[in-house]
């Protein structure tokens, strides 16, 4: 079955340091894969996507995310953290089944930046 | 503003009462999506529209919801004698679907909906 696992409900960094957010998949054939992140009482905002090619993926907000084929995963990653980047970050996978795309999405990870 | 724009974005309502959300898509965008999403969890989908036709549902989409895109622009999600389980956050998401290309979803900020 096709699935997104997000494993860290929570991620506590200090501003300033480096930060990861861990994602990894299960699906068959060539997946694409995307971050979204959430603000309180807001939508999803697109951060970045991969589909071929380079395995590091430069998104919005500074964010990168690495394609890693053989451990099936995809973290996201910001060299520096700051206090706005907290919020709940969704991993999702969008396959094609049943003649259709689908999009699903990892159950979220809360980030914490702390001054 | 040319994002995609829910009304309500609060609807609080009584066990039983029928209650519609509306969804504007990104104009240009031909597909557009229904998620839930409860508090801790991800978004689940529930729908997906391309054009006017309604392609796929989930098997979460009971038969007291029904969703509709008539025009193939703006869409409603109707949930009928509502329960308490239905309370949750209801989000439209949009995107270009073009052949051979991902295109990422963009979401509006929301319907939620409170069922006492």
């Known amino acids: 079955a096709q699935s997104v696992a997000q494993p860290e409900d929570q991620v506590n960094v200090a501003e300033g340091n480096p930060l990861t957010v861990k994602c990894t998949y299960s699906?068959?054939?060539?997946?694409?894969l995307f971050w979204y992140v959430q603000y309180p009482n807001r939508g999803l905002q697109f951060l970045l996507k991969?589909?071929?090619?380079?395995?590091l993926v430069k998104g919005s907000y500074g964010f990168e995310a690495e394609f890693n084929k053989s451990q099936t995963s995809f973290h996201l990653k910001k060299p520096s953290a700051l206090v706005s980047d907290s919020a709940l970050y969704f991993c999702?996978?969008?396959?094609?089944?049943?003649?259709?795309?689908?999009?699903?999405f990892g159950a979220g990870t809360r980030l914490a930046v702390h001054p | 503003d040319t994002g995609v724009s829910q009304d309500p974005r609060h609807k609080i309502t009584k066990r039983g009462q029928n209650v519609t959300f509306r969804c504007d898509p990104i104009?240009?965008?031909?597909?557009l999506y229904w998620y839930r999403q409860t508090l801790g969890q991800g978004p689940e989908f529930l729908t997906y529209?391309?054009?006017?036709?309604?392609?796929?549902k989930s098997r979460l989409l009971s038969d007291r919801f029904s969703a509709e895109r008539p025009k193939g622009s703006f869409s409603t999600l109707e949930i009928q004698r509502t329960e308490q389980g239905d309370s949750a956050m209801y989000l439209c998401?949009?995107?270009?679907?073009?052949?051979?290309?991902?295109?990422?979803?963009?979401f509006g900020e929301g319907s939620r909906l409170t069922v006492l």
């Open positions: 998401a949009s995107s270009l679907g073009l052949a051979g290309a991902a295109g990422e979803l963009f």
């Open positions: 699906v068959s054939g060539n997946p694409y």
């Open positions: 991969y589909i071929t090619g380079d395995n």
């Open positions: 999702a996978v969008r396959f094609f089944s049943g003649g259709y795309n689908k999009l699903i």
């Open positions: 104009s240009e965008h031909n597909r």
């Open positions: 529209f391309q054009n006017e036709a309604q392609l796929e």
